[in-house]
């Protein structure tokens, strides 16, 4: 794996590889030495799962603030989601600016998502469910989330014209990013290189991707 392609600073997309033989396939989805060295060394202490039944089911955008910032490292395993991070470190070049790939159980790909990104995902089909890793523990005083629809942060969410995401009551009444006091500060790593969707790893760079 190559890690001039990672920066742990910026949402990364990463490939899953799977070893194919005639019962199907395995592939190692979590490694602590191999992410190590693509420069992703969180440590992780949970694991979450989540179902949605509906077919555009939004959730997000979320995050929690220090003490209890977390990286997550999100997975689908059950049907497809639009999975998206969008930069809320103050003073970063690309604050306000969102990132979005499709995660499937079909293509295994995985978003690793730092602290100082909000999160949030729309299912695209009926029956999703998605796995991830978190760096740091449920903590629901630290809680914080933007409305999925944030006009100055605009995400092109993949949905039929006409179609209302389906939303918890929590969600629906989020605040958009200028009325909350974002806790995350840009400590000089890398910012977003673009505003938009990324629709897989991109061609010739090995394995893993930096955004
Ligand atoms: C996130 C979380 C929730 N819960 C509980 C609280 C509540 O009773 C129930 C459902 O919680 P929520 O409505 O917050 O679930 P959900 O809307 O799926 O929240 C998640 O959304 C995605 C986008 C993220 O990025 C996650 O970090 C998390 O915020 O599960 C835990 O016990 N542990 C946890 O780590």
Same mark, same amino acid.
């Not at 209890?68 to 604050?95: E, M, N, W």
């Given at each position: 794996?190559?890690?001039?392609?990672?920066?742990?600073?910026?949402?990364?997309?990463?490939?899953?590889?799977?070893?194919?033989?005639?019962?199907?396939?395995?592939?190692?989805?979590?490694?602590?030495?191999?992410?190590?060295?693509?420069?992703?060394?969180?440590?992780?202490?949970?694991?979450?799962?989540?179902?949605?039944?509906?077919?555009?089911?939004?959730?997000?955008?979320?995050?929690?603030?220090?003490?209890?910032?977390?990286?997550?490292?999100?997975?689908?395993?059950?049907?497809?989601?639009?999975?998206?991070?969008?930069?809320?470190?103050?003073?970063?070049?690309?604050?306000?600016?969102?990132?979005?790939?499709?995660?499937?159980?079909?293509?295994?790909?995985?978003?690793?998502?730092?602290?100082?990104?909000?999160?949030?995902?729309?299912?695209?089909?009926?029956?999703?469910?998605?796995?991830?890793?978190?760096?740091?523990?449920?903590?629901?005083?630290?809680?914080? +989330?933007?409305?999925?629809?944030?006009?100055?942060?605009?995400?092109?969410?993949?949905?039929?014209? +006409?179609?209302?995401?389906?939303?918890?009551?929590?969600?629906?009444?989020?605040?958009?990013?200028?009325?909350?006091?974002?806790?995350?500060?840009?400590?000089?790593?890398?910012?977003?290189?673009?505003?938009?969707?990324?629709?897989?790893?991109?061609?010739?760079?090995?394995?893993?991707?930096?955004?």
């Amino acid at each position: 794996m190559e890690r001039r392609f990672m920066d742990m600073t910026v949402p990364s997309l990463i490939p899953a590889v799977r070893r194919s033989d005639a019962r199907g396939w395995f592939a190692e989805t979590y490694s602590e030495a191999a992410f190590d060295r693509l420069g992703i060394s969180c440590r992780f202490v949970q694991d979450n799962h989540s179902f949605s039944r509906a077919a555009y089911t939004l959730r997000g955008l979320h995050f929690q603030a220090p003490p209890h910032a977390q990286a997550k490292l999100v997975r689908c395993i059950r049907g497809r989601i639009f999975d998206v991070a969008v930069d809320i470190r103050t003073g970063s070049p690309s604050y306000g600016q969102w990132l979005g790939a499709e995660l499937s159980a079909r293509n295994g790909h995985q978003l690793f998502v730092p602290a100082g990104f909000a999160h949030g995902f729309l299912t695209l089909e009926e029956d999703c469910e998605i796995t991830y890793k978190v760096s740091d523990i449920y903590a629901p005083d630290c809680e914080g +989330g933007i409305g999925w629809d944030d006009p100055a942060i605009a995400i092109d969410w993949p949905m039929p014209a +006409g179609i209302m995401p389906y939303l918890s009551p929590r969600d629906a009444f989020l605040p958009p990013l200028s009325e909350i006091a974002t806790p995350f500060f840009f400590d000089g790593g890398a910012p977003l290189a673009q505003n938009g969707v990324v629709h897989g790893p991109r061609q010739g760079s090995g394995p893993c991707v930096s955004l």
